[in-house]
């Protein structure tokens, strides 16, 4: 069964610093993409960042970074430079094409202190 | 432009009333989902449509039909919902079909709904 492990309930982090969310997923596929949502208070989940299996480069958008280890079947998500708008809920979520579902975590809530 | 939008907002209805949920996407995309979540907790798959067509129905009761009229709207009836169906309702679509390995799902902002 495909897994997604969010452990972490809970985050904090000041303004202005780096934060990272750990995720790690248990698949047998070798062709998947990654997804890190965001889901603010105000409720709308939002695509912040994908990873396909395949690509050996570690995505990018703007301040948010993934570490994509697919040995370890980890996808975690840096914050740099975190922001009081970056306080939400955020999960992270899986699907390969042999499943059209998107398999989420947990979700983790980040907060971020002035 | 990623844009889904969803209405109602809010809405709260009686175990013995019919309501409907609407969503709607402009962006040409072919496959739609609606999911149930519930506070604090990741979205649950409901059904998906590919094509306009249902492609997947995650076991859910027969008070929830949808409706997919044509490629951008997508609609959720309900009828004698129990109070434990009260939840933010989600509405997604991307634009890639349905089990697709580049599908990206886009969410509205749902409809929170209370069922008295």
């Known amino acids: 069964a495909q897994t997604v492990t969010q452990s972490q309930p809970e985050m904090s982090v000041q303004e202005a610093e780096t934060v990272t969310l750990s995720c790690t997923y248990d698949?047998?596929?070798?062709?998947?993409?990654l997804f890190w949502y965001k889901q603010p208070p105000s409720r709308q989940m939002i695509l912040v960042i994908r990873q396909e299996a395949y690509k050996q480069q570690n995505a990018t958008e703007n301040r948010f970074s993934v570490n994509f280890q697919k040995a370890a079947k980890s996808f975690s998500l840096k914050i740099s430079d975190s922001q009081l708008g970056d306080a939400a809920m955020y999960f992270c979520a899986y699907r390969t094409g042999a499943n059209s579902k998107l398999t989420f975590g947990k979700g983790i809530t980040l907060s971020v202190r002035p | 432009d990623t844009e889904v939008t969803q209405t109602p907002k809010h809405l709260v209805m009686g175990m013995t009333n019919k309501k409907s949920l609407k969503c709607e996407q402009h962006?040409?995309?072919?496959?739609m989902y609606w999911y149930k979540q519930k506070a604090k907790k990741p979205p649950e798959l409901m059904f998906v449509?590919?094509?306009?067509?249902?492609?997947i129905n995650e076991s859910v009761p027969s008070r929830f039909s949808p409706e997919c009229p044509n490629s951008s709207l997508l609609n959720l009836h309900l009828h004698a919902l129990q109070p434990e169906d009260s939840a933010l309702y989600l509405c997604a679509s991307s634009q890639e079909p349905s089990g697709s390995i580049r599908e990206t799902q886009y969410f509205g902002p749902g409809t929170r709904l209370l069922v008295l």
């Open positions: 962006m040409g995309h072919r496959a």
């Open positions: 698949t047998s596929e070798s062709d998947y993409y």
């Open positions: 449509y590919s094509y306009e067509k249902l492609s």
